[in-house]
């Protein structure tokens, strides 16, 4: 008897200590940051403007001189299943391998423990159509997004790929990749904004709290090779220069399978 009452009292203590262990440590209403870091890479190397060297699925040479996206409309997506929209009007981030702009901070952020988020790669079609003033910041096409924006067609470029290939005949041996379109008035026809979602790798999770001294950093990786080499290869030779054109859903397909998250830490 002695030994079943000691039994349950070991049973007791360890459901307490259980249950003390998944009571959250923050409250209703707190709030923190969370910084999102997109590396750049080209397959399993680190992407080095103009003078690294890789090889796309056709066996063609390249390097890479330009690299430019936009990332907007963020979801965070909370362990518990719900959701935390970024306010619409501090969302939208160009993302430039020239500069430092890959790490992106977001404030106010609902306490919790987040293990994904979704994303467009683009710029919507009503932000696309917005009066000129009410684009700011990294849409300012006089600006920051000087560029990345079609005056003759009125919107946005996507993503802004350019480099060299040997396998170009031309004295530059140039290509370029200028891939748009909202489906709007101006681009009927063709719509290359791609959501992009992802999920964490192992369980892990960014815990966002109040007054953290460290924003907890999700580190995304952007795999440059992937816009050549997707449900439809691309071949430089064959298509050295794609804009706005039917081709480019065929790159824009490509694209939306480049991110990924490598891994999240927490301080």
């Not at 430039?96 to 919790?112: F, H, V, Y």
């Not at 700011?136 to 470029?157: F, Q, R």
């Not at 071949?235 to 039917?246: L, Q, R, T």
């Amino acid at each position: 008897m002695r030994y079943f009452f000691m039994a349950i009292l070991a049973a007791a203590t360890l459901f307490t200590s259980c249950s003390k262990s998944k009571e959250p440590d923050f409250q209703a209403g707190d709030t923190g940051s969370l910084d999102i870091e997109f590396d750049n890479v080209v397959g399993g190397q680190n992407l080095q403007l103009n003078t690294g060297v890789y090889t796309n699925s056709s066996g063609e040479s390249f390097t890479i001189t330009t690299l430019n996206y936009f990332i907007s409309n963020i979801v965070l997506k909370n362990a518990d299943g719900s959701e935390y929209i970024v306010p619409r009007n501090n969302c939208y981030f160009l993302i430039k391998e020239e500069n430092a702009s890959q790490l992106i901070s977001l404030d106010n952020i609902p306490a919790g423990n987040y293990n994904g988020l979704s994303f467009i790669l683009g710029v919507d079609s009503l932000k696309n159509t917005e009066p000129i003033e009410n684009r700011t910041g990294s849409l300012d096409p006089a600006g920051e997004a000087a560029g990345m924006y079609w005056v003759w067609n009125s919107g946005y470029i996507f993503l802004k790929m350019e480099g060299t290939s040997t396998v170009l005949p031309a004295t530059d041996n140039a290509f370029f990749y200028h891939i748009g379109g909202f489906g709007g008035y101006s681009s009927p026809t063709i719509n290359n904004i791609k959501s992009v979602s992802l999920t964490s790798i192992a369980g892990s999770v960014a815990e966002v709290r109040k007054n953290k001294a460290d924003a907890p950093h999700v580190h995304i990786l952007a795999d440059a090779l992937k816009v050549l080499n997707g449900p439809t290869p691309v071949s430089i030779a064959a298509n050295p220069m794609v804009m706005f054109s039917p081709y480019s859903v065929n790159i824009a397909n490509n694209y939306q399978s480049m991110f990924s998250i490598d891994h999240i830490h927490n301080d």
